[in-house]
């Protein structure tokens, strides 16, 4: 049953990593490399490894998908101001 589990959730990553290849948006690349990033939390807590899994879900997952999406707002805002002459 855990084994079973454990490759469940490496292809549910492996699936996340290849669609934040291919998808269009930034924005939406982040939030899938953000997924990739839980998965692998949720596969260390399956495999007793609980300081990695919340390590990763912390900064893994939740300031690293915060801290491109604040850079992916913030490089939005510069293209949308006009170039002063």
Do not use: C, Q
Not at 20 to 46: D, P, R
Not at 64 to 82: C, N, P, Q
């Amino acid at each position: 049953m855990n084994l079973a589990i454990v490759i469940i959730l490496g292809l549910l990553m492996l699936i996340a990593a290849v669609t934040a290849l291919y998808l269009k948006t930034l924005s939406s690349a982040v939030i899938a490399s953000g997924a990739v990033s839980l998965l692998a939390s949720i596969l260390f807590l399956l495999l007793a490894a609980p300081d990695v899994a919340m390590t990763e879900a912390a900064i893994g997952s939740a300031l690293t998908t915060v801290v491109f999406l604040y850079a992916l707002s913030r490089m939005r805002g510069k293209k949308k101001e006009e170039p002063r002459d």
